[in-house]
Nanobody, 125 residues
Framework: QVQLVESGGGSVQAGGSLRVSCAAS????????MAWFRQAPGKEREGVAG???????VYKDSVKGRFTISKDNAKNTLYLQMNSLKPEDTAMYYC???????????????????WGQGTQVTVSS
């Protein structure tokens, strides 16, 4: 099973940018569904962005135009570029992955088999 480790979180002022990364190891397959989720205190974990084995992407409406999910297959790394950050983006950000044998990713939490430990993103006003 793939292991995931996030990095790049931190504190930033509203309007600023941040890029978080997710390094994967133990990669056994060439195609994965991968996603970023986030969870703020007192709230449920929610999907932020997803990318499938063909590099198709999907985003939560509130981050469209501000966030970009991408991957570098050669480096086994997933990225989330976050621009124009808002205080409501403050959360623990998690990456998730699941092999995509037949590709047809489902963008809900229980679909994913592997999870990182999370990286904290804090946006101040």
């Amino acid at each position: 099973q793939v292991q995931l480790v996030e990095s790049g979180g931190g504190s930033v002022q509203a309007g600023g940018s941040l890029r978080v990364s997710c390094a994967a190891s133990g990669v056994s397959y060439s195609r994965y569904c991968m996603a970023w989720f986030r969870q703020a205190p007192g709230k449920e974990r929610e999907g932020v962005a997803g990318i499938d084995g063909d590099a198709n992407t999907v985003y939560k409406d509130s981050v469209k135009g501000r966030f970009t999910i991408s991957k570098d297959n050669a480096k086994n790394t997933l990225y989330l570029q976050m621009n124009s950050l808002k205080p409501e983006d403050t959360a623990m950000y998690y990456c998730a992955a699941r092999p995509a044998f037949y590709n047809g990713c489902r963008w809900y939490e229980d679909f994913f088999a592997s999870w990182g430990q999370g990286t904290q993103v804090t946006v101040s006003s």
